[in-house]
């Protein structure tokens, strides 16, 4: 049986070996010509577009490499802030707590709403899915693909950037930090309300597996106001699966909690929030061979619910003892994620295809069972 420790080094040594074997030629096309517009723009000081050397992003590893030594010094500057917005939604801008001529001079407007991003352990801010879900968001601020007049107006993306301490492969040490990372947002977001007009029920925070603990521990140090929404996305499970309600997430830390879960080795098994979501029943997803891929797919799916027409779709439901589900379909359907979030209570089966796009909408119930057509998928 492997002990919890090994598995998280296990994981970890998955994680480095998946991050050294990426090709540079994976960059997409759009992603290059973006990389290019922000060497040619002097105002561009943060991109989520990664800078690859021989196939790897020196920036993280050079990250990763600090860490041989054990954590030392404080953890005041461990976490970066980055704006984005319509008119710069690639070239980012820093927020910096107590420097009200920063904050002047960022663009920030209380007037758009918050949407605030947390990537995960082993991971940052350049990262694929952290971009997605930022692009996702800035993209419902332009007109549609039939001239349809923008959804929103614009937002306030925040972009927490802390892979200073989540690239350390000790697992177990990150997940010590959880609390003091979630002081620094909690810190930042009570600045931009105190200086900016911020209201704390614009306020959504999307982190994705430790980063959805850190908004948990930002909900509960920010009290007694209330963020209006956290998406937790497969919230980490080893090391808090234990713990009582005061020391993970839960469903006081902001007015809705909901979760999306998609693993059961990296996540969690029992609800967490107001409203939990388990997409293919929530052990495993379809497709994923890898270990981890079902973890991160949590992502994929939220990043999708922002901008799909058909959406994500499902019925309450409820797991027995022995493993099986019961399915409430005469209660109706409720939608997981989205923008805006709609509040709900309870626990909900989801099913979605084998690849993007992932959502179903409201034709799940006419498709084979995901237990039925990817049989192989890895069970974690």
């Excluded at 050079?62 to 010094?73: E, R, V």
């Excluded at 990150?174 to 614009?202: K, P, S």
């Excluded at 994705?208 to 956290?230: D, E, V, Y």
Aim: proline share 6%; aromatic share 12%.
């Amino acid at each position: 049986m492997i002990s919890q420790l090994n598995l998280i080094t296990i994981v970890g040594a998955v994680a480095l070996s998946a991050l050294a074997s990426a090709s540079p030629t994976s960059t997409s096309t759009e992603a290059t010509a973006t990389q290019l517009s922000m060497e040619l723009s002097p105002q561009c000081n943060y991109t989520l577009i990664k800078t690859k050397t021989l196939g790897v992003d020196p920036s993280f590893w050079k990250k990763f490499f600090t860490h041989l030594i054990p954590f030392a010094g404080s953890s005041r500057s461990k976490m970066q802030f980055i704006l984005f917005k319509r008119d710069f939604a690639d070239c980012g801008r820093e927020l910096l707590i107590d420097n009200k001529e920063n904050l002047k001079n960022s663009g920030f407007d209380a007037r758009h709403p918050t949407r605030i991003v947390i990537h995960g352990w082993m991971s940052q801010s350049k990262g694929s899915h952290i971009r997605k879900v930022k692009n996702a968001y800035l993209s419902l601020t332009q007109p549609g693909l039939n001239g349809e007049p923008p959804r929103y107006e614009d937002f306030n993306v925040i972009v927490c950037d802390w892979s200073k301490i989540s690239t350390n492969v000790n697992y177990f040490g990150v997940a010590n930090m959880v609390e003091d990372m979630g002081f620094l947002l909690a810190d930042l977001v009570r600045y931009l309300h105190l200086n900016a007009d911020l209201h704390y029920d614009d306020v959504y925070v999307i982190g994705h597996s430790l980063g959805a603990q850190i908004a948990g521990s930002a909900g509960k140090q920010i009290q007694p106001f209330r963020f209006n929404t956290i998406y937790a996305l497969d919230p980490a499970g080893p090391k808090f699966r234990d713990q009582t309600d005061e020391y993970r997430i839960d469903a006081s830390d902001a007015t809705y909690v909901e979760s999306i879960q998609t693993s059961v080795s990296l996540g969690f098994e029992q609800p967490v929030g107001h409203a939990t979501f388990y997409p293919n029943y929530g052990k495993n997803q379809k497709k994923c061979y890898v270990y981890g891929c079902s973890h991160k797919r949590a992502h994929d799916y939220f990043m999708e619910s922002l901008i799909s027409p058909a959406g994500f779709w499902g019925p309450r439901a409820e797991r027995q003892a022995n493993g099986t589900w019961i399915l409430f379909l005469s209660d109706g359907e409720f939608r997981m994620g989205g923008e805006p979030s709609v509040p709900k209570n309870g626990t909900f089966y989801v099913k979605t295809y084998a690849k993007p796009p992932y959502a179903m909408g409201h034709r799940w119930q006419t498709e084979p069972d995901p237990e039925e057509d990817d049989e192989n998928s890895t069970d974690e």
